[in-house]
C-alpha cells in the first residue's frame, strides 16, 4: 500500500468544484485584494475564533510578526518562546529587533512548560509567545498565573483546538494562524490571519499590513505590504464550512491510530496525549521511538511517508548562534528532534490505511496485532 505523509488530492476530488465556482466569482467581481471576500472571511474567522477581530494577511510568519508590532513589542524587549516549533516563530520576533528567549517543552505535549517559563521571565519579557504545536494548545491559562504581561498565542495549527471551550486564537491577546496549504484550514497559496480581542489592535493591524496607512497614500506607522488576496479568502469561506467535519475525522484517525499502537504494548513508543480540558485538532499524529530513521526508512520501504517536525531546535539553527544558546541548553527539546515521528493524518485518509501504517510499525518492532 502506498500512503503519502499527505496529500490535497482526496480533498481536491471532493470538493475541487465547489473551489472552482467561488474563484470563478472572484475572477468575475475584478476585486483581487482585500475587499469584500477578504472581509466575509474576516468575520467568519472571528466567528469562529470568538475574538472581537480579524485581519486577513499574506501568510502566518507575517501574522506573528505584524502581532507583535500592533503591541509595540521592539528593541529592548524579550519575548519568550519553545525552540521546538517552525522558525518562523524565533523569525518573526527578530524582525521586529525584539530578543527571542527560549524555555523548554514538555515532554509529552511538546508544548511550552509553564513551569519552567516562570523561572525565564525577566523584567525585559514584554510577550510570552507559546505555540500551539501539532494541534493541541499550551496551557495558557497556567502561564497567565505567572505572567500578566502580552500573550501572543502561535495558532498557526491549531485551529479550531479548544483549552476549557475557549478555542485557540481567543486565550492570548493577540494570535496568529496560517493557512499554508497543509494547514487544517489551508488556501490554495499563502495566506494568514491575526485574531485579537481589542478593538486598537485589530484598528492598528488593518493599517500594518497596508504600509502603515488608514487613509490611502497618508502613512501614519511603518508597515509591510501584506495583505490576504480575495481568491484565497474565497477558497478558505469554502473550506471553513468542513472544518469542523475534516477535524473530528482526524480526531477520529488518531484514535484509531492511538487504540491500535497502545495494543502492540511497545514500550518504546510514545503516543500523543490530550490533557483533560483540551480539544487536540491532530494537525500532526506525532510519536517518539527509539530508532527513528530506522523506523522511518523502514514505513518509506513498506510505502508509508511520514515527516519529521522538527529534526534541529531552533536554539541549534546556525543563523540564531547569536542567541548564545548551545547544545544541552533544553534537553527536552534536544531530544524529541531525535525521537519524533508524524504519520500520515489528513481527513482523507482510511481506516485500512491507519491499520496498515499501524501493523508496519508493529512489524519492525517485531510485534503483531492480537
Ligand atoms: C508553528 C508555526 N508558526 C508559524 C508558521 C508560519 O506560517 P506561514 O508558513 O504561513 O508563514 C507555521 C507554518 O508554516 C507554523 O507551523
Given amino acids: 500500500m502506498v500512503i503519502p505523509a499527505f496529500t490535497l488530492d482526496r480533498q481536491m476530488a471532493n470538493i475541487g468544484s465547489e473551489l472552482t465556482q467561488a474563484i470563478g466569482r472572484i475572477m468575475e467581481s475584478g476585486q483581487f485584494i482585500l475587499g469584500t471576500s477578504v472581509q466575509h472571511f474576516e468575520e467568519q474567522m472571528a466567528r469562529y475564533t470568538h475574538t472581537l477581530g480579524a485581519v486577513g494577511v499574506g501568510n502566518g510568519s507575517d501574522a506573528l510578526y505584524l502581532a507583535l508590532r500592533a503591541a509595540q513589542i521592539g528593541p529592548g524587549d524579550e519575548v519568550l ?4 516549533t517552525f522558525f518562523a516563530t524565533a523569525g518573526s520576533i527578530l524582525r521586529t529587533g525584539a530578543k527571542p528567549v527560549f524555555t523548554d517543552i514538555q515532554v509529552d505535549t511538546f508544548n511550552m512548560d509553564p513551569e519552567q517559563a516562570r523561572t525565564r521571565i ?3 519579557t514584554r510577550a510570552v509567545l507559546p505555540v500551539h504545536l501539532f494541534g493541541l494548545m499550551t496551557d495558557v491559562e497556567a502561564l497567565r498565573r505567572d505572567f500578566h504581561g502580552l500573550i501572543v498565542e502561535d495558532a498557526a495549527q491549531a485551529i479550531g483546538a479548544t483549552l ?7 486565550v492570548g491577546d493577540l494570535a496568529a494562524f496560517s493557512f499554508f496549504p497543509t494547514k487544517n484550514l489551508g488556501a490554495l497559496g499563502d495566506g494568514g490571519m491575526i485574531t485579537s480581542q481589542r478593538e486598537e489592535w485589530v484598528d492598528t ?18 508597515g509591510i505590504n501584506s495583505r490576504l ?39 518504546t513508543v510514545a503516543l500523543p496525549v490530550v490533557p483533560s480540558g483540551f480539544t487536540h485538532v491532530f494537525h500532526q499524529y506525532t510519536i517518539r521511538v ?6 522511518q526508512a523502514f514505513l518509506k520501504a513498506q510505502g508509508v511517508g511520514t515527516t519529521v517536525y522538527y529534526p534541529v531546535s531552533l536554539h541549534l539553527q546556525p543563523v540564531l548562534r547569536e542567541l548564545g544558546y548551545r547544545l544541552g541548553d533544553f534537553p ?5 528532534q531525535l525521537e519524533v515521528l508524524s504519520l500520515p493524518i489528513f481527513p482523507e485518509l482510511t481506516d485500512s490505511e491507519v491499520d496498515y501504517v499501524t501493523d508496519m510499525i508493529g512489524q519492525f518492532y517485531g510485534k503483531r496485532m492480537a
Avoid: C
Avoid at 471551550?165 to 481567543?170: D, K, L, Q, T, V
Avoid at 488593518?206 to 487613509?215: D, E, I, P, T, Y
Avoid at 527509539?290 to 523506523?295: V, Y
Fill in 205 to 222: 493591524l488593518r493599517a500594518l499590513r497596508v504600509h502603515g496607512s488608514r487613509k490611502k497614500y497618508h502613512h501614519e506607522m511603518l
Fill in 122 to 124: 525577566t523584567p525585559r
Fill in 81 to 84: 518562546t519553545t525552540p521546538f
Fill in 164 to 170: 476549557r471551550g475557549n478555542p485557540a486564537g481567543s
Fill in 229 to 267: 488576496d480575495a481568491l484565497q479568502a474565497a477558497v478558505l469561506s469554502v473550506k471553513l464550512s468542513y472544518l469542523q467535519t475534516w477535524t473530528q475525522r482526524r480526531q477520529q484517525i488518531a484514535n484509531r491510530y492511538t487504540a491500535r499502537l497502545r495494543a502492540l504494548q511497545l514500550e
Fill in 290 to 295: 527509539q530508532h527513528r530513521d530506522d523506523l
Fill in 332 to 336: 527536552v527539546s534536544e531530544k524529541a
